[in-house]
């Protein structure tokens, strides 16, 4: 994701996408050594949901150099408890005409779907680009 995104939390994740990345679309695990407060015990479940806002950015549908896209909400469903140390994300981006989007991720573990997340953007292109 380095190639795309820079920053200090990009370099701390390890990203192995399950297929070549396409615009808007991405099914990725994602990791990290890191604790979500440093020197601090969570729960496996903290640990997990830590990764998954980094949904919106596996899965870019326009460079980030040309046009922004933060999320503004994320909720998340599971439909049962996480296991392992591997958040799994297969993701879509959806833009639509009046500057809203949508990122949708399935959530995955070493078992399989766990569930659902859901990010409404604000896309807006970047100024002179």
Known sequence: MSDVWPGGYIASVDVRPVAPPRPGRTAAWISTPLDLVAGVPVSPLASYLALVDTANGIAVLQPPTAWMFPNVDLT????????????????????????????S?????????VGHAQQILTVRPLSGA
């Open 105 to 113: 991720t399935v959530l995955r573990d070493v078992d399989g779907p």
């Open 76 to 103: 998340v469903h599971l439909h049962r408890q996480p296991r392992g140390d591997w958040t799994g994300l297969d993701t879509t981006v959806a833009f639509g005409p009046s500057g809203q989007g949508l990122t």
